[in-house]
């Protein structure tokens, strides 16, 4: 029997309407599957937005060891990229876009790691003065999620920012991205332009904060990435680093993308958020 939606991350009708589709069939030999496929989907994305540890998923979703497995399973074939890239391609279209994005915006953030995190694969990051990992993320001009790099919070960005890009460009046709000063080469005659310009044919475009600028202020293309990094660091689980794997860090941030562009596609425009109420007080 299907479980009654009862926790704010469960999916709903809709938002499991868009997925079913993009799921693996079941196998067609062996015994069939005891769990209901969307109990076990919301029992992950409850672990995300919780960041509660598998053992303490509550007795109403499957077991955790079977959630897990489903989780890994998921991962490991590269069922969750695919799902992300099909829901993306969706709100792309949905915008008027093309269904292929040809520019992107690269950021990273550091984290702090928990005690579960190796020491292999952890750093420190001076200028934050974190203890942890460190995440690349790739997205379009939307800020939907394309490509998602963990490495130790040490890695410098000129030199994380690779991988990220690499994956990107075997993933995507994105030749143009836009990046922060972080990104830019003290000392070296733009180290990670040229080699993005060189090897991947694509044109990294620095976008620098104005020298006068006093406090927060919205920079164009930028402020897409750090929002999308804001989105995702919401979820419990994401918040700081738990894993003991990379590949499981970066697994965790795209299930956290793929909820978020569920409930996008599901709902239809992106939320909004509510108005300041004002009350008029008698004099």
Same mark, same amino acid.
């Given at each position: 029997?299907?479980?009654?939606?009862?926790?704010?991350?469960?999916?709903?009708?809709?938002?499991?309407?868009?997925?079913?589709?993009?799921?693996?069939?079941?196998?067609?030999?062996?015994?069939?599957?005891?769990?209901?496929?969307?109990?076990?989907?919301? @029992?992950?994305?409850?672990?995300?937005?919780?960041?509660?540890?598998?053992?303490?998923?509550?007795?109403?979703?499957?077991?955790?060891?079977?959630?897990?497995?489903?989780?890994? +399973?998921?991962?490991? +074939?590269?069922?969750?990229?695919?799902?992300?890239?099909?829901?993306?391609?969706?709100?792309?279209?949905?915008?008027?876009?093309?269904?292929?994005?040809?520019?992107?915006?690269?950021?990273?953030?550091?984290?702090?790691?928990?005690?579960?995190?190796?020491?292999?694969?952890?750093?420190?990051?001076?200028?934050?003065?974190?203890?942890?990992?460190?995440?690349?993320?790739?997205?379009?001009?939307?800020?939907?999620?394309?490509?998602?790099?963990?490495?130790?919070?040490?890695?410098?960005?000129?030199?994380?920012?690779?991988?990220?890009?690499? @994956?990107?460009?075997?993933?995507?046709?994105?030749?143009?991205?836009?990046?922060?000063?972080?990104?830019?080469?003290?000392?070296?005659?733009?180290?990670?332009?040229?080699?993005?310009?060189?090897?991947?044919?694509?044109?990294?475009?620095?976008?620098?904060?104005?020298?006068?600028?006093?406090?927060?202020?919205?920079?164009?293309?930028?402020?897409?990435?750090?929002?999308?990094? @804001?989105?995702?660091?919401?979820?419990?689980?994401?918040?700081?680093?738990?894993?003991?794997?990379?590949?499981?860090?970066?697994?965790?941030?795209?299930?956290?993308?793929?909820?978020?562009?569920?409930?996008?596609?599901?709902?239809?425009?992106?939320?909004?958020?509510?108005?300041?109420?004002?009350?008029?007080?008698?004099?």
């Amino acid at each position: 029997m299907d479980r009654v939606r009862r926790y704010p991350s469960d999916l709903t009708d809709a938002e499991w309407e868009i997925i079913e589709p993009m799921l693996p069939s079941p196998q067609w030999m062996g015994r069939p599957e005891k769990h209901p496929r969307r109990a076990v989907i919301d @029992a992950i994305l409850y672990v995300v937005r919780t960041g509660c540890a598998w053992r303490y998923l509550p007795v109403d979703f499957p077991p955790w060891q079977t959630v897990y497995a489903h989780f890994t +399973r998921l991962n490991d +074939r590269g069922v969750t990229e695919r799902i992300l890239t099909e829901l993306r391609e969706q709100i792309r279209v949905a915008h008027g876009r093309n269904p292929e994005p040809t520019a992107g915006i690269i950021d990273s953030q550091s984290v702090k790691g928990a005690d579960t995190v190796p020491r292999g694969t952890r750093g420190y990051d001076a200028g934050k003065k974190i203890n942890g990992r460190k995440r690349f993320i790739v997205t379009d001009t939307l800020g939907l999620l394309v490509t998602v790099w963990v490495l130790a919070a040490s890695w410098q960005d000129r030199d994380g920012a690779k991988g990220a890009l690499l @994956a990107t460009y075997a993933a995507t046709p994105i030749r143009h991205v836009f990046a922060d000063s972080g990104f830019a080469d003290s000392g070296f005659a733009g180290r990670l332009a040229d080699w993005a310009r060189d090897l991947l044919r694509t044109t990294i475009e620095i976008v620098r904060k104005p020298a006068d600028q006093r406090g927060f202020v919205v920079h164009p293309r930028r402020w897409v990435v750090e929002r999308t990094l @804001a989105w995702i660091t919401a979820h419990r689980r994401l918040a700081r680093d738990y894993e003991t794997h990379r590949a499981t860090s970066e697994a965790m941030i795209r299930w956290a993308a793929l909820g978020g562009m569920l409930r996008r596609l599901a709902r239809g425009d992106p939320a909004t958020r509510q108005q300041r109420l004002t009350f008029n007080t008698p004099d």
